[in-house]
Every structure is written in structure tokens, then in C-alpha cells.
């Protein structure tokens, strides 16, 4: 009994569509369950069996193949399949959205866009991979070079060689539109410039064309004409290597970054096409094509993938920027520690007037908009005002200090860098104990002080009775608070990326220099003046735009959220401590009586935690990702951490009088034994 196979149905005079169709259906009934790659590798060959076994079916076949040949361009498929139609990453960004979005059709003569049809499972890959060569040898006589009539197989003979030297050319193409591009050539370094590899690869490309028309794809001359196009391909690409430098110096573009990864994809694509063009095992060689780029046509359908990618190392540099702030957030004496004290009260006397001008506001009876923007107005003047002070605002902290304690691993193969790892845990719990209770320790009396003066002034406390109860009830612990302060610190964390991606942006266009020497800048302010702005602004960039980014997401968000029916607001543990403050001291003495303050009293105490918390945790793991740190060395992290926490509980809270000493940590993996000097 013989097996049925797509054969039967095949129709060589169908339109283009229903051709199209059919190889869609073909393939799928290859896929079968998509369970067992050998049945598939069976269906592969039980196909090329009914080919062969009648001459009627040998010519429908044939009559079918010049057919889809003679219509379908499969050049942009071998030199464009899995690469951005335009070299940018929001061109890239849309397509990938639209692809997702809107359903292909299969009436196409492009062959890279009928291929995401075609090989659209992960599948696909694995029973490309597992055709024996007996097989693929059966399927290239019998489906791509038949024996007979002369005019086919002169059609056939030159097909494949030729769209592979057509996608060769495509792709030296594009990568000298990318190595001459400004942008990139602008940045690569003096020797990459001098050593001129990108105006060789032409040169080098032809020299192989010639002789591949003199002599063959396999002759000695074409095979020393393609390792002269390699060894100049490796050249483009260090070449091209030499922009990461520049840019970790100078600020990171995703642009750029995205350009980059799309020429060293190219460089592999060329060399790919190489190996078909040339390889002994031809049908080898193409089978290992077509899987990858059905594998590259899988990976190019995915956003995250595309985002993840192109801004990994702009996430790096955001981290690293984060950790040179976060240095100053981290105490490790005593003295060090008290200053965070006197500066965190600092913070909390000025959140302690923000407090005031918040509820002064309410008062006018503003929209939700214009009142969400008022408060972002407000509580940015009041952050930028401490950042400019020199104060400590507490929940401000992890988002910058996580980056800077994971930057003590970038060396964890060194004796030792755990240790000091956990010595940071240890200093930044700390400096968070100390920042909270400063800002706690203030904001309560300054907002009771103010309010009290209200009262004496004016007959009123700084708000009514029935605001003061709503007040209580928003921040009691009994409704969705934990879920708000988590929120919180999500808007905490985002502060942090927008400060880091707005400095790297300042520093990748060089502005303090354009400020500094500017005509424009320097005939209004003045050279000396000029100079001083540039470097204030170098300075307090990433501050500046933390905390008025920060101030206008904790004003503006909950307004948007009230606009699309989302009842999410935010609680800030100081500001709300101020909240409870003022709502006490116009409800009385006799409101220590009532229960909603003692639960609005344990729902600040829970704030600071989830703000801390949450904060933290995302800026932790962006900086874990940044510095490529292994799960078998986070363990390792988080036994010391556990150790730490047994040994010298009291070093989280108190700064130690003498350093701790963990006698059990082992060398990180790969790190080298210390050697005694006995």
C-alpha cells in the first residue's frame, strides 16, 4: 500500500496563489505532528519516491518547478530574509509590529516573504537539520536536476549558483552602505579608518565574480578569490567593532547599535553563501541554509527580541551611569552614616513644606488633569530642590545604589569580590534604615509644626475634618496600599532609566561641550559663564531629569489612570507620612483613639519597605543583566548573603567597629587560589 502524498494534488498550471498554496500544504503534511522529526525525514523521502516513480509524474513535477523558478525571486530570501528592510530600529520596530499584526498572503513573487509561510514553525528547523545526506542527494537529482529536456536542465543548472552571486551581491552592498555610513565610519577608531576595509570589499567581491565566470564556483581560482572575501570580511567586521569603544566612551545610540548588529549578521550571511556556493556537499550546504533561515525568520518575528538586542548595551551603560550616582547613596562608617541622618532630615523638613503647598492646591479645585500636573510641579521643584541642597530622599535610593553594588561583581573571579559584595548589602541596608528614619523624623513634626501655626494664625488646621478622614482611609493599611507603594517603586525605578538613558543621550551629542563653546551660548552668556553651566549641567543631568521625571509620574500617572478607569494611584512613603501628619493634627487628641490611624500608622511603616522593595529588586536585576553575572555565581551571592545575615545580623542596621569576616567563602568559579607567601 502506498502512501498518499501532496504529489497527487499538485497542479503545474494552477495560478500563482493555489501554486503557492500547495507547497504551503506540502510542507505541513512534511510537519505532520509536528512530534517526530524522523517521520518527517520519512514523508521527505516517501515524496521523492512518487517523483520518481512514474514519468508522468516526473514531468508535472518539472513543469511545476520552472514554474515557481520562473516567478518567484529567491535572491531577497538568501540575502535579506531576517534583516531590516531599512537600517534603523524603529523601521524594524514597525515591521516586526505589522508582520505580527497583519496576515501574509501567499500570492507574492518575493521568496522571502512567501518563506515566513513556508517554515513557520521552530519544527521546521529541527527535521531541515536532520535530512541524511542520502536524502538530500535523492531530492537534488530527482527534484532539481532532471536528465531530461535540454531546456530545463539548462534552466535549473545555473538557478541556484546564480541568485547565490546575486545575494552575494546584495550583501556586499549593504555592508559598505553601513561601514560608509557617517555615523559609523565617524566613530570607528584612526587605525580601523586608515586600514580602508570597507573600500577593499568591492574589490575583493569581484575578483571572486571574475573568476567564478572564468573558471567555476569550485575551481582553485574561485576558491583563493573567496578566502581573499573572507579574510577581508573579518577585517570589515573588526573594523566595525572598533564603534563599541566609542560609544562605551561617549554614550550608546540603539540606532547604532542595531546598524552594528545587522552588518555582523551580514558578515556570517556572506560567508554562509560562501559555503553553499563552494561546499563539496552542496545539498549539505543548502539544507543548513534553509535552516537558518527559518530559524532567523522564527527569531526575527519576536519585539522583545529586537528590543532586548539592540539596547543590551545601551541597559549597561543606563546601569553604569545609575551605579557612579548611587556611590554617593551608600554610607560605610559611622560618620558617614550620621551624615546620612542629618542630610535624610534635611529631605523630609523639605518634603515637610511640600506637604503644605499639596493640600494648599486642593484647595482650588483644579481638574484632574491640571491638579495631577500641579503635584508634578510641585513635588519635582521639591525633589530637585534636595537634589540641589545635597539632601536624601529615601525611596530616590535603590533604583541608583543596585547598579553600583553590582558593579563590585564585575571582577567576582577575584578572591575576595563576594565579600565585598555583601559588605554593600550590608551598607545599603543601612543607608536605607538611616534615610527612612531621617525623612520620617522630620516630616512628621514640620507638617504638625506648619499645621499648628495654621491653626494659631488662621483658626485651621492645614486640612478639614473630612478631608483629614479621607486621608486616614487612603492610606490604611486595609485597602489596596501594598498594591500602590508597589506601583510606586515601579515609577521609581522607571525615574532611574529615563535619568540614565537622558545622560547617555547628553553625553552621546557631546552637549557640555556645545554649551561650553557654542557661539550662540558663549556671546549670551559669556566664556566663563558658558563653562560653568556646561559643567553644572555634566554634573546634575541624571539628577535633574530622575527627579522631575520622578515628581511628574507620582502627580500626573494616578490622573491618567482616573482618565481610562484604572483606580491606580501611588503612595510615597514620606509623603504620605506628612499625609497622616496633617490629618492628624486637625482631627485632634482624641484621634489616637480611633483605629484608621493606627492603620494608616502601619501602612506608612509598609510603604517605605515596598518602595524600597520593589525599587530595588528591577534596578538589581538590570544591573545582574548588564554585568552578565551567571546564575551559578547569584547563588553563590546569595549563600554569602544568607552567612552575612547569621554571623552579623546587627552590621544591616549599625555600622560594624571593626570589618566582618566570612570564613567560609569559597572562591568564586574560575577565580584563582590565593598564593601563600609563607
Known amino acids: 500500500m502506498t502512501t498518499a502524498t501532496p504529489l497527487d494534488t499538485l497542479e503545474p498550471d494552477a495560478p500563482l496563489a493555489l501554486r503557492h498554496l500547495w507547497l504551503i500544504n506540502a510542507l505541513r503534511w512534511v510537519r505532520g505532528d509536528e512530534k517526530d522529526v524522523q517521520a518527517s525525514v520519512q514523508r521527505v523521502r516517501a515524496f521523492a519516491d512518487a517523483v520518481q516513480a512514474t514519468p508522468e509524474a516526473q514531468a508535472r ?73 542520502e536524502t538530500l542527494q535523492r531530492l537534488r537529482s530527482s527534484l532539481l536536476d532532471p536528465a531530461e529536456a535540454a531546456v530545463v536542465s539548462t534552466g535549473s543548472a545555473h538557478f541556484w549558483e546564480d541568485a547565490l552571486m546575486d545575494a552575494l551581491v546584495y550583501c556586499a552592498s549593504q555592508i559598505c552602505a553601513t561601514g560608509f555610513a557617517s555615523e559609523i565610519r565617524g566613530r570607528m577608531s584612526p587605525e580601523a579608518k586608515a586600514g580602508r576595509s570597507f573600500h577593499q570589499l568591492p574589490a575583493d567581491f569581484e575578483g571572486l565574480r571574475r573568476a567564478v565566470d572564468a573558471h567555476g564556483a569550485r575551481s582553485p581560482q574561485a576558491l583563493a578569490a573567496a578566502d581573499a572575501l573572507r579574510a577581508s570580511l573579518d577585517t570589515c567586521r573588526h573594523a566595525a567593532y572598533t564603534v563599541y569603544s566609542h560609544l562605551e566612551e561617549h554614550g550608546v545610540s540603539v540606532g547604532i547599535v542595531f546598524r552594528l548588529r545587522q552588518l555582523r549578521e551580514r558578515v556570517v550571511r556572506m560567508k554562509q553563501l560562501l559555503d553553499c556556493l563552494q561546499s563539496d556537499k552542496p545539498e549539505r550546504a543548502t539544507a543548513a541554509l534553509l535552516a537558518d533561515l527559518a530559524q532567523v525568520g522564527i527569531d526575527n518575528r519576536s519585539i522583545r527580541a529586537l528590543v532586548a538586542s539592540s539596547s543590551q548595551l ?30 535624610a532630615a534635611g529631605g523630609g523638613a523639605i518634603v515637610g513644606l511640600t506637604v503644605w503647598v499639596k493640600f494648599l492646591m486642593v484647595g482650588l479645585g483644579l481638574t484632574a488633569f491640571w ?295 569559597p572562591p568564586a568559579p574560575g577565580a584563582a587560589a590565593p598564593q601563600s607567601h609563607g
Not at 513535477?61 to 531577497?76: L, M
Not at 514553525?121 to 541524511?132: E, G, Q
Open 61 to 133: 513535477w518539472r513543469r511545476w518547478w520552472q514554474a515557481f523558478i520562473g516567478t518567484v525571486d529567491i535572491t531577497p530570501l538568501l540575502a535579506d530574509h531576517g534583516f531590516a528592510p531599512r537600517t534603523a530600529f524603529l523601521s524594524e520596530f514597525g515591521n516586526r509590529l505589522r508582520k505580527k499584526v497583519l496576515p501574509g498572503t501567499p500570492e507574492t513573487t518575493d521568496m522571502a516573504e512567501l518563506f515566513d509561510l513556508l517554515l513557520s514553525s521552530r519544527f521546521d528547523v529541527r527535521w531541515l537539520k536532520a535530512l541524511d545526506s
Open 314 to 343: 545601551t541597559a549597561a551603560k543606563v546601569a553604569e551611569r545609575s551605579a557612579e550616582s548611587g556611590e554617593h547613596y551608600i554610607t560605610r562608617n559611622a560618620a558617614e552614616y550620621r551624615g546620612m541622618l542629618r542630610k
Open 371 to 665: 491638579g495631577g500636573f500641579a503635584n508634578g510641579v510641585n513635588y519635582a521643584t521639591s525633589f530637585v530642590v534636595i537634589m540641589l541642597l545635597h539632601l536624601t530622599l529615601a525611596t530616590k535610593q535603590p533604583a541608583v545604589t543596585a547598579p553600583a553594588m553590582v558593579a563590585k561583581l564585575r571582577d567576582i573571579k577575584q578572591p575576595g569580590a563576594v565579600r565585598r559584595f555583601v559588605d554593600e548589602v550590608a551598607n545599603l541596608f543601612r543607608s536605607q534604615i538611616a534615610s527612612i528614619v531621617g525623612n520620617l523624623g522630620m516630616v512628621v513634626p514640620v507638617v504638625a509644626l506648619i499645621s499648628l501655626l495654621m491653626v494659631w494664625a488662621s483658626g485651621q488646621a492645614m486640612v478639614d475634618e473630612h478631608k483629614a478622614h479621607e486621608v486616614l482611609r487612603s492610606i490604611s493599611l486595609l485597602g489596596p496600599l501594598l498594591l500602590y507603594a508597589a506601583f510606586t517603586g515601579v515609577l521609581l525605578f522607571a525615574s532611574s532609566i529615563i535619568a540614565g538613558w537622558v545622560e547617555n543621550w547628553y553625553v552621546f551629542h557631546n552637549l557640555d561641550s556645545a554649551m561650553q563653546h557654542n557661539p550662540r551660548f558663549t556671546a549670551v552668556l559669556g566664556r566663563a559663564r558658558a563653562a560653568r553651566w556646561a559643567a553644572f549641567m555634566r554634573r546634575n543631568i541624571s539628577g535633574l531629569a530622575a527627579n522631575i521625571s520622578l515628581g511628574f509620574m507620582l502627580g500626573l500617572v494616578p490622573a491618567f489612570m482616573t482618565f481610562f478607569g484604572i483606580g491606580l494611584d501611588v503612595r510615597h512613603v514620606t509623603l504620605s507620612a506628612g499625609q497622616v501628619a496633617a490629618a492628624a493634627v486637625a482631627l485632634g487628641w482624641g484621634v489616637f483613639a480611633e483605629p484608621a490611624l493606627w492603620w494608616a500608622v502601619a501602612g506608612v511603616l509598609l510603604i517605605g519597605p515596598v518602595n524600597l522593595g520593589v525599587s530595588f529588586y528591577l534596578a538589581f536585576r538590570l544591573a545582574l543583566r548588564a554585568q552578565n553575572i551567571s546564575e551559578v555565581n547569584r547563588q553563590l551571592i546569595r549563600a554569602a548573603i544568607q552567612r552575612r545575615i547569621r554571623a552579623a545580623p546587627l552590621s544591616f542596621l549599625l555600622p560594624p567597629r571593626k570589618p566582618v569576616v566570612d570564613p567560609e567563602e
